[in-house]
């Protein structure tokens, strides 16, 4: 990364950064090298091992998450990666409420006899740091999905790394606008570029960041022959995307500080879940090392999943869909899926606020809150 960009904003560093080099009639952005085949003698050799326009993404992502990057063709490929990493038998200390694919190859990788794993609620330190001795690797997601619980990044990773212990954060909903757990000292920062960073829907992508260069060459190598390699047209489009992540996510935050406040009165909604607000269990932990709340709301709905069910189908501008990030607001009951967790209550729904006008967001919820109740 270059002095100049190093002294950025990353405000600035989301519309700067993995730019070309500036040339006479250069391209202002990157090219889609579309080519599985190269002349020899270069550092690329061949398709599978790297390519131009995954580099700018790449460049634009470490960046802003201070670690060099590696895009992978998801967020669960890119999780697999770190995984992959682990000898036979590892201890992996993990949240017990966290996103449902993770959830899912954890358990599945412990039935295998691959991993040992410890699951805690993040949120109480003191159980944390109790499961620690012995791990292997400390999965962090903070906050967490669906739950919004919010993890002590700094206490955490450094009692970790005092034990030997890698640690890993998935940073989907805070993004490194909020959070950037590589320089609290974590091994790897993991995004969903899926969400936030690209922004619009319409790409599946993963990113790995790290600043250890011994495990960068070793997730390289899980890269280029496990195979698992984005599409040059889904890194120019992630890309495009993040040039307007800053102004995106400070919309869709603000929105959802609104909204949080609303439904905080709703006669339909029994608890509401974000750590903006100042009686959250989460709020004065949140507000030390983090620069926002982002824009992910949770809310149980009266009446049990029926109920959920039914506000969720009776949406007219927020759309009933899985996902978040996206400029549009989505919202699911998130046990509408089996394969979530048993510690999240049934009729919890996960709202994704998008950049829409608050007031129209707040009329339509509020009548399809009022038509669950009916």
């Known amino acids: 990364m270059s002095e100049f960009l190093e002294g950025l904003h990353p405000d600035s560093l989301v519309v700067a950064a993995g730019r070309p080099e500036r040339s006479t009639d250069a391209s202002l952005n990157p090219d889609i090298v579309l080519s599985s085949t190269r002349h020899p003698g270069g550092e690329i050799g061949y398709g599978r091992f790297g390519n131009e326009t995954w580099s700018a993404l790449e460049s634009a992502i470490e960046a802003l998450e201070h670690g060099k990057t590696l895009i992978f063709p998801s967020g669960m490929s890119a999780i697999n990666s770190i995984f992959s990493l682990l000898p036979i038998g590892s201890v992996v200390t993990a949240s017990r409420n966290g996103y449902t694919g993770v959830m ?17 609620d993040v949120s109480n330190t003191e159980e944390v740091l109790a499961a620690l001795p012995g791990s292997s690797l400390l999965w962090i997601e903070s906050p967490t999905n669906p739950a919004l619980e919010v993890a002590d990044l700094p206490t955490l990773i450094a009692a970790a790394k005092g034990l030997g ?35 619009h829907s319409d790409v599946l992508m993963g990113s790995v960041s790290t600043k250890d260069p011994e495990l960068f060459n070793r997730l390289s190598d899980v890269r280029k022959f496990g195979g698992a390699i984005p ?42 879940r974000y750590p903006g607000l100042e009686n959250d269990p989460h709020h004065e932990r949140a507000k030390k090392f983090m620069a926002g709340f982002g824009a992910v ?11 959920a069910d039914k506000a969720c189908e009776s949406s007219k501008l927020v759309t009933y869909a ?3 990030g996206g400029v549009e607001s989505l919202w699911e009951r998130r046990h509408r899926w089996s394969s979530e967790s048993p510690t999240i209550p049934t009729n919890l729904v996960r709202i994704a606020v998008g950049i829409e006008n608050v007031e129209d967001l707040w009329i339509d919820i509020d009548q399809a809150l009022r038509r669950s109740q009916e």
């Open 104 to 120: 899912n190859i954890l358990a599945s990788m412990a039935r295998n006899g691959q991993i040992e794993v410890r699951y805690v």
């Open 165 to 199: 212990i890698g640690v890993a954060v998935d940073n989907t909903f805070a993004t490194p606008l909020l959070q950037k757990p590589l320089d609290m000292g974590a091994d790897f920062v993991m995004q969903s570029v899926t969400k936030y960073l690209a922004g």
């Open 231 to 272: 599409g040059p047209f889904e890194a120019w489009l992630a890309l495009r995307g993040l040039r307007t992540l800053s102004l995106r996510f400070e919309r869709a935050q603000d929105n959802a500080m609104e909204l949080a406040k609303r439904l905080t009165t709703h006669l339909a909604v029994d608890r509401v």
């Open 297 to 307: 709301i949770s809310i149980d709905v009266k009446g049990g999943a029926a109920a």
């Open 322 to 324: 899985t996902s978040l």
